[in-house]
């Protein structure tokens, strides 16, 4: 199985080879999981939760997306 990344490809052209589409939101991953080793972030983390995410205080490094992926992300 081929995986795709976004409607904006997948429906741009024809795709003969594709036989199935899997709904990501179905499994409600967590989209962000704080561990010792890091963050985890989940395939449909959005980049809203990346900006409201509080790091904890001993993280050295902060979460800092770009505005451009933000005004990007969609609601």
């Known amino acids: 199985m081929r995986a795709e990344h976004g ?26 999981v704080p561990r010792e080793t890091g963050l985890d972030i989940g395939a449909t983390c959005a980049v809203r939760d990346l ?9 050295i490094a902060g979460l800092r997306p770009t505005s451009s992926a933000s005004a990007s992300s969609p609601p």
């Open 51 to 59: 900006h409201a995410f509080p790091p904890p205080d001993d993280w």
């Open 7 to 32: 409607g904006t490809r997948l429906f741009s052209a024809e795709q003969p080879e594709l036989r199935r589409l899997v709904e990501l939101t179905a499994p409600h991953w967590d989209p962000l």
